[in-house]
């Protein structure tokens, strides 16, 4: 099955500074990758996804980039504020499946944005 | 558009109890039908899934059971509770057909067995 590592597993910025969190697959069939935010108390929410045939995706200051031959995808949240303080999440799929998408979730990266 | 709907927010039961949790989806069919734990607030495990009625698969064993009566209904349960059942309980679904389809969560319930 799909090993997924994510690191690191807090991290502090200053607000407009950049946060970089990574994570390691080891299937490397694999083709889709999400990221997920959870802040406290609420439900984990998907920010962007990627799939294998491109090596990188933006949505105004989240980035995610795919290295497949490393077996590792990275998500980049540029001009950080207080309100990107929350879990992020990495997933890949196990793909065994005949159907539907089986997720492995990274542990989680515990955000803070100081003001 | 889609709905996941979950329900109670908030439990709290003693130790030896039952326990019911229900989830129910709009807005599509035959989703594929998913029951996470969340621990400390960290790490996502997969406790149960479903691609169709009466289809369940379980992740880990444990003291916890699924069922899926309807096409959009995934119901969670326990004959007796244990300590070690806290925890926050995700439904989740995502669309039936195909690979690459994102999960999509309920708001959760927080459950603390006391």
């Known amino acids: 099955g799909e090993n997924v590592e994510q690191h690191p597993s807090t991290l502090s910025v200053q607000e407009g500074d950049s946060a970089v969190i990574k994570c390691t697959y080891s299937?490397?069939?694999?083709?889709?990758f999400p990221w997920y935010k959870q802040e406290l108390g609420k439900r984990p929410q998907l920010i962007i996804d990627?799939?294998?045939?491109?090596g990188e995706k933006k949505d105004q200051r989240i980035a995610v980039t795919l290295n497949k031959t490393a077996k590792h995808f990275s998500l980049h949240i540029t001009e950080t504020q207080p309100e990107d303080s929350a879990v992020y999440f990495c997933?890949?799929?196990?793909?065994?499946?005949?159907?539907?998408?089986?997720?492995?979730f990274g542990e989680g990266t515990q955000l803070t944005v100081n003001p | 558009s889609q709905t996941i709907h979950q329900w109670p927010a908030t439990l709290v039961q003693p130790v030896g109890s039952p326990l019911s949790l229900e989830c129910t989806v709009e807005g599509t069919s035959n989703p594929n039908l998913y029951w996470y734990r969340q621990a400390a607030g960290r790490g996502l495990q997969l406790l149960f899934y479903s691609v169709g009625i009466g289809q369940i698969s379980s992740e880990v064993p444990q003291n916890l059971s699924a069922s899926r009566p309807q096409d959009r209904q995934f119901i969670l349960s326990s004959k007796k509770l244990l300590l070690s059942d806290s925890g926050f309980y995700l439904c989740a679904w995502s669309f039936g057909s195909g690979n690459n389809s994102p999960l999509h969560f309920g708001n959760g319930t927080r459950l603390t067995v006391t």
């Open positions: 997933a890949a799929p196990r793909l065994q499946e005949t159907s539907g998408s089986r997720l492995t």
């Open positions: 990627i799939r294998s045939n491109v």
């Open positions: 299937d490397s069939a694999s083709n889709y």
